[in-house]
């Protein structure tokens, strides 16, 4: 009986599809003219594999939106037993539970796994706020994740929505049914709705997860930027073909997400066993540091949407976002006569902040409100005022304004959402790292009004 594992493959081999949105196909190497030629249903498939679809959309979606994979693979997905609760209380729908609160909640940096306890990434997921519902198929909800073990016989995915991944801390090997892809600090990951996948991580592991319940990931339009900038298509990567033949397994845990809740079934066989497969609807990984900024060369500062990474319309045929990922890295800053960070603001949008990397240089200055740290996390709420602190703020005014590299080895993203965002109860008290003190950030801000002198001068700091 066959046991070939992916594992097998040296991943130095490994190899992506490059592009957003495609039409991709791909073959084990291993298995050659795997995909049927010129139909999806032939009555027998190449070396005697099963034809199955998976889509994610509705069949009569327009083409544009029409998405839609299939696997050739060793047995249908349907060879496992009937589906039981699963108990995992930190993953949770619950947020309705509590009001919604105007305030500026601050997380220090989460916290790992004790070397004692084996934690994958299953059991790892921790749900910190949310708004709409999963069983409505309305609405987003913000996870983080802490692990130290990879998922050993076991695979996961997800019938609510999307998940994408933002890892903080340790690579992750992530190994779906589209092949492998590692995902490392400083990239992130789409695994779209209802596709399988196994997380192997080499030690402590922490990171972010933005879910949404409708619609799916895709590159925001471009208006009068043109053809070219933010994130290029050919910088995303899906992964190539690669099966495992792996069955007579004692065992293997097949979890499943479903209407806010956790379920689990087994079977007696690796789920990763699709030798080929062609299609639209894929998973992918995107580097943050091919992002291509583009920002105001003269004076005033853009709207950070100029950041977005990737949007999710709401509804059928493609609303206003759900949420929105923006992502801010090192750039050159160069406005005249500007107050260069952000500006004090309010507006109609939840923004939840994380911070990947840091640098000295740029917690020093202060530019971004609440001082988190890596690991760590802020979110104001809509219509909440924020912007620098005082620190920041005290130096932009005095700064001397010349070409400037800013956000220099530091990695910020943003999650927004125009939804209420509420936190649960472990977004609260039960993370043991929940910080209410960020509006002291601001106490310090200077009165500098003068009735009777119009322009301001005050010392030039260099």
């Known amino acids: 009986m066959s046991m070939m594992s992916s594992n097998d493959i040296n991943e130095n081999q490994l190899k992506y599809l490059t592009g957003f949105g495609n039409d991709f196909q791909s073959e084990d190497p291993r298995c050659p003219r795997a995909l049927p030629e ?119 995915y997800n019938s609510d929505g999307d998940f994408l991944i933002v890892p903080q801390q340790g690579e992750l090997n992530i190994l779906t049914e589209f092949g492998r892809m590692v995902v490392a600090p400083g990239e992130v990951c789409v695994i779209q709705q209802g596709m399988r ?72 066989h690796s789920p990763f066993d699709v030798v080929a497969w062609h299609g639209n609807y894929v998973p992918y990984k995107y580097d943050l540091r091919k992002f291509v900024p583009v920002n105001t060369v003269a004076r005033d500062y853009c709207d950070p949407t100029v950041f977005t990474v990737l949007t999710a319309p709401s509804g059928i045929n493609g609303g206003p976002a759900v949420a929105d990922f923006l992502a801010i890295s090192e750039r050159w800053e160069v406005t005249e006569n500007t107050f260069r960070p952000s500006y004090f603001h309010r507006n109609c949008a939840v923004e939840f902040m994380g911070k990947i990397t840091d640098s000295p240089s740029q917690s020093a200055t202060g530019a971004l409100p609440g001082g988190i740290q890596p690991g760590g996390a802020q979110m104001t709420a809509y ?80």
């Open 38 to 156: 010129g139909q999806n249903t032939p009555q027998t498939c190449p070396y005697g594999l099963y034809a199955e679809s998976m889509n994610g959309s509705s069949f009569t979606a327009p083409r544009g939106t029409n998405k839609r994979a299939w696997f050739y693979r060793i047995r249908p997905s349907v060879c496992h037993g009937p589906f039981t609760k699963y108990e995992q209380p930190f993953l949770t729908d619950n947020w309705h539970a509590f009001p919604a609160s105007p305030n500026h909640p601050r997380w220090q940096p989460f916290l790992l796994p004790k070397d004692t306890d084996n934690v994958d990434f299953v059991d790892g997921l921790r749900t910190l706020a949310g708004a709409g519902s999963a069983k409505d198929r309305r609405g987003c909800a913000i996870h983080i994740y802490v692990c130290n073990q990879s998922m050993g016989d076991r695979a996961f």
């Open 197 to 268: 996948f196994h997380v192997a991580v080499d030690g402590p592991s922490r990171g972010y997860i933005l879910e949404t319940f409708e619609g799916h990931f895709r590159l925001p339009d471009l208006g009068l930027i043109g053809a070219n900038g933010l994130a290029n298509p050919r910088d995303f990567l899906t992964p190539v073909a690669l099966y495992e033949d792996r069955d007579e397994l004692p065992d293997y845990e097949l979890i499943n997400k479903f209407g806010g809740s956790l379920f689990e079934a087994h079977q007696n």
């Open 383 to 462: 219509e909440t005022a924020h912007g620098p602190s005082a620190n920041a703020t005290e130096h932009a005014f005095r700064e001397e304004l010349k070409p400037t590299k800013v956000f220099q080895d530091t990695l910020v993203f943003f999650f927004l959402s125009p939804l209420n965002l509420t936190l649960t109860a472990f977004g609260q008290s039960g993370c043991g790292v929940y910080d209410d003190s960020m509006h002291e950030s601001w106490i310090g801000i200077k009165k500098h009004f003068n009735p009777t002198k119009r322009d301001l001068a005050l010392p030039t700091t260099v």
